[in-house]
DNA sequence: CTTTCATATGAACCTCTATTCATATATTAG
DNA sequence: CTAATATATGAATAGAGGTTCATATGAAAG
């Protein structure tokens, strides 16, 4: 399926080769979108202190169950989370460390903001 | 509750004072929805190689210019972008390194994805 | 088996947002 | 001044996505 000739490049080749093929793009988007939503933030938020259960990411975010389990769907879908199960909870925990990764870079990007004067 | 004994300083550290304030969430959430739309995702990509004005976006994409600009003010509203002014045109340029920061690292979280088996 | 607890899921509803269309603003040329 | 070019913007439309409601699945207890 892939004709790409990289190993591993640095993220920053993406920017030297052009536009990326469409396909590249849209699943791009398709992830930052993930992370365009303030109940999975938080439940990524949540999770990066700790594994949690359905039940505790629910209370915790003071939110219906069906709610959070569809977002929890969503996180596993694109493999930001995992889950295993144990008796009759689920216990969901972040998959990778891409998520810190981006949620920090995002994080930074806003707060650096907050010392500079809006020049517009 | 936090039973962990991590200690790095830096943006990460969100991950470990607990739940940030809605308000950060909200907006972190809101800079990803930038990213979270293909258009937006191209006009990036077109601006890592080189300042563009309005009409080469326009083109190289495809679309409208009205709906371009509409995209265009939403990424200099989020500061990822930045313009100015030559005669009649005016033109767009990448506002910092955190959008291929962000951009990067979500690349690599796709493209490392296409190694596992796809469980969808 | 049936019941209970924990989670998942499909459908409907509603909100949000990206595009289109028409028009406005700004700069330069004549 | 008017015309032409380049870009911006407001309103309307249409589609996507998040929550709710009702229900289904799965595991352990009685």
Redesign the interface.
Known sequence: M?THT?DHH???D???N???K?E???????????????T???IL??L???ELCVREITD?LGMTQSAISHQLKVLK?S??IGNRREGKTIIYFLA?D?V??????????????MHHDENV
Chains 1, 2 share one sequence.
């Open positions: 892939s990289h640095s993220a920053l993406i920017a030297k052009g536009m990326p469409d590249l793009l849209f699943d791009l988007a398709d992830l930052f979108k993930i992370f365009g939503d303030t999975r933030m938080k938020f949540s990066f202190e700790e915790l879908d493999r930001l990778d891409h810190r990764s981006i949620v920090g870079q995002g994080y930074e990007h806003i707060t650096e903001g």
